[in-house]
């Protein structure tokens, strides 16, 4: 998504992106993963969500855009934020849950399920993944910027294959019940012992 190397679409998006968070998505969260637990949040944009995660969690930042992540280390230099490509998630560290909030609708279809199988290796056992996105079921181009819109058995039938689902729910976000968030489990696979 180079469309967020470039300071005047960052600047844009973070203009239409006043007076969201992810708040409601956070508290989800918080009924299934103890206080203090390791998240990564994929495409932090310029912060929101990070700093409320951080209220909670050790929350670390990603991005695949070098300007949301430079941006945000210059004003908080201490901040654990990363440059982070969504569907390789290529890093060596390993986190109790990742969280994104309407980010993963950026990926194409095959993309996202690259994206849920690459985000196993990352998450500790019995890990946890929370993802929202736009309610619908269509695909779409503009500005250089993919959007896949997904309903509740889209995603299971995504999802299935290597988590379990514990939670598809819709909600309002702009329109009535124009948005839906997953959460998912890490299944424990067997040892090749027993």
Known sequence: MSYYNNDKNVDQYIEM?????????INVLRQH????????????????????LNQHYQATG????????????????????????????ETNRQFDAIYSNKVLYHLTREQLAQSLEQQLRILKSGGLV??????GD???????????????????????????VLQIQRYTEIEQDDSLYILLSKRNVPSSNE
């Open 33 to 52: 993963l103890p206080t203090n637990s390791t998240v990564l949040e994929l495409g932090m944009g310029p912060g929101k969500d990070l700093m409320l």
């Open 138 to 164: 269509s695909d779409d181009e503009m500005h250089g910027l993919h959007f896949s819109y997904y309903n509740e058995q889209q995603l299971r039938t995504l999802a299935e294959k290597h988590y379990e």
């Open 62 to 89: 990603s991005d695949a855009s070098s300007v949301f992540v430079q941006r945000f280390r210059a004003r908080y230099p201490d901040a654990d934020v990363i440059e982070l490509d969504a569907i390789t998630v």
């Open 130 to 135: 929370m993802h929202s996105f736009w309610y």
């Open 17 to 25: 992106a006043k007076g969201y968070d992810g708040s409601l998505l």
